[in-house]
């Protein structure tokens, strides 16, 4: 799946697959067609691959965000914003209860927009697997981090994980994303990357949760990995 691509007239999303150890991750290189700037979600482990595919695309690097502060997301936060002097954004919940910092760090609030070129990106804080997970609504494009994969969603056994959170930020996406919105989440395991959300919907077991407690059962029924929950 390393290359992934997705083009949707306006904005192209390549998907970079990026691993060490046990750490399978997916960076993702979003940039605006007509003007060729680009972002950068979530950069960890293989600099030269995310180099690479930045030449091969010949985009010009603006800024990188980030999901929430867990190395197999951040690994590479700092290399890129001081090679390319771009900013590094991320929640102001993630800066303050982590410690995080980086070179350029920029921190933003929940439902903070700006721009790549005419293209609005969305913050929408999303806690439960940390306090300040965030998703980034890129164009028809949600990147979801560890808090909504295709089948599952995070663990929330981390420091500042929430089931409850979980719960509410899962229920918060099904009632404000649109069905046709492609979902690129941090990692992958069975389903194809960039699914809508009505798929993810009807395959993600979660959703069928109808109550807080039924999830939270749910999640501790599974926490041993029976069912998948994520890094």
Not at 202 to 212: A, H, R
């Amino acid at each position: 799946m390393s290359g992934y691509y997705y083009d949707n007239g306006r904005i192209e999303v390549t998907a970079i697959r990026t691993s060490r150890h046990n750490y399978i991750n997916y960076v993702y290189l979003c940039n605006d067609k007509n003007t060729k700037e680009a972002l950068l979600v979530d950069p960890a482990w293989d600099a030269k691959k995310i180099e690479e595919c930045i030449s091969k695309k010949g985009v010009h690097l603006k800024m990188i965000l980030l999901t929430h502060t867990h190395e197999d997301h951040t690994n590479l936060a700092e290399y890129f914003a001081e090679k390319y002097d771009v900013a590094v954004h991320i929640s102001n919940e993630e800066i303050e209860y982590y410690n995080f910092n980086c070179k350029n760090i920029k921190g933003f609030v929940n439902e903070d927009i700006f721009f790549l070129n005419d293209i609005n990106i969305k913050c929408m804080l999303t806690p439960g697997h940390t306090v300040g997970s965030t998703c980034f609504f890129v164009d028809d494009v949600l990147f979801s981090g560890d808090t909504l994969f295709i089948e599952g969603c995070g663990s929330c056994e981390f420091a500042g994980g929430s089931k409850e959170q979980m719960y509410d930020s899962l229920l918060f996406l099904k009632e404000r994303v649109f069905g046709e919105t492609k979902v690129f989440p941090g990692h992958k395991f069975k389903s194809d990357l960039g699914v809508s959300f009505d798929y993810v919907k009807e395959n993600n077991i979660y959703f069928y949760s109808t109550t807080k407690n039924q999830f939270i059962k749910m999640k501790e029924r599974y926490s041993k990995g029976k069912i998948i929950n994520g890094c």
